[in-house]
C-alpha cells in the first residue's frame, strides 16, 4: 500500500533563517507530487506541483522553492524565512489517473518568529 | 479565475443532519471533491463525484450536485461527534490541479 511521510512534523525557526521539509512517498511509482500552504483563514494554497524528476512548477511567487530529486522525493525550501511563510505545509500524491484522487500526508506545523 | 467559495463555519447538534454548502466557478471540471481535515492531520477524500452526476451517496453521506447554479453540497446523516472537522470542497480545474475552498469548520454539540 502506499503511504506519505512528511518531516519534521513541527518546526519553530526564527525570521531570516533557512528552511528544509521533506516530503517521501512509497508503494507507487511516478507520482504527481504537491505542495500546499494552509494559512489560517486563508484555506489551502497550492505552492509547487511536480510531474517528475526535476519538474516543478510554481503557482505563487514567494521566496520558497521546491526540488525533486528522486522520483518520491519532493522538497520545499528557503533561504531566509518570513513571517509570513508560517502556517501548515501538506505534501501531496496522485497518480494523475482516475478521478484524481490526492493523496496527503500528515502535515508539517511551521512557526516563524 | 477559478474559485471555490463554501461557509467557513457550521454547527449542528449529535444526531440531526449537517448540510455542507459550496460553489464553484469552472464549468468543465469533470470532478468535484469533499475532503476532510481533522485537527492537526493531512486531508483525506471522503467523496467526489463526477461531472455528469446529480446525486452520489455513500452511507450517511450524500453529495448533490446541480451544475447550472455550480453548487455542490455535502449532507451527514445522523451526525456525530467524530465527524467534527474541517471540510473542503475542492474542483479539479482547467489547469490540471486542485481547487480548494476555505474549508468549512463543523462543529458537533452533543
Known amino acids: 500500500s502506499q503511504t506519505i511521510h512528511q518531516w519534521p512534523a513541527t518546526l519553530v525557526q526564527p525570521v531570516g533563517s533557512p528552511l528544509s521539509l521533506e516530503c517521501t512517498v512509497e508503494?507507487?511509482?511516478?507520482?504527481?507530487l504537491y505542495w500546499y500552504r494552509q494559512a489560517a483563514g486563508r484555506g489551502l494554497q497550492l505552492l509547487f506541483y511536480?510531474?517528475?524528476?526535476?519538474?516543478i512548477s510554481s503557482e505563487v511567487p514567494q521566496n520558497l522553492s521546491a526540488s525533486r530529486p528522486q522520483d518520491r522525493q519532493f522538497i520545499l525550501s528557503s533561504k531566509k524565512l518570513l513571517l509570513s511563510d508560517s502556517g501548515f505545509y501538506l505534501c501531496?500524491?496522485?497518480?494523475?489517473?482516475?478521478?484524481?484522487?490526492?493523496?496527503f500526508g500528515p502535515g508539517t506545523r511551521l512557526t516563524v518568529l | 479565475g477559478e474559485d471555490v467559495e463554501q461557509s467557513l463555519f457550521l454547527s449542528v447538534r449529535e444526531g440531526d443532519s449537517s448540510v455542507i454548502n459550496c460553489t464553484y466557478t469552472?464549468?468543465?471540471?469533470?470532478?468535484l471533491y469533499w475532503y476532510k481535515q481533522e485537527p492537526g492531520a493531512g486531508l483525506q477524500l471522503l467523496t467526489y463525484?463526477?461531472?455528469?452526476?446529480d446525486m452520489k451517496q455513500d452511507q450517511r453521506l450524500t453529495v448533490l450536485l446541480n451544475k447550472k447554479d455550480k453548487h455542490l453540497s455535502l449532507r451527514i446523516a445522523d451526525t456525530q461527534t467524530g465527524d467534527s472537522a474541517i471540510y473542503f470542497c475542492?474542483?479539479?480545474?482547467?489547469?490540471?490541479?486542485?481547487?480548494f475552498g476555505k474549508g468549512t469548520k463543523l462543529s458537533v454539540k452533543p
Open positions: 511536480s510531474v517528475g524528476i526535476g519538474q
Open positions: 475542492a474542483e479539479w480545474g482547467s489547469q490540471g490541479n486542485l481547487i
Open positions: 463525484i463526477f461531472s455528469n452526476m
Open positions: 501531496a500524491w496522485e497518480t494523475g489517473a482516475g478521478y484524481n484522487e490526492q493523496f
Open positions: 469552472d464549468s468543465s471540471s469533470t470532478y
Open positions: 508503494g507507487t511509482s511516478n507520482p504527481n
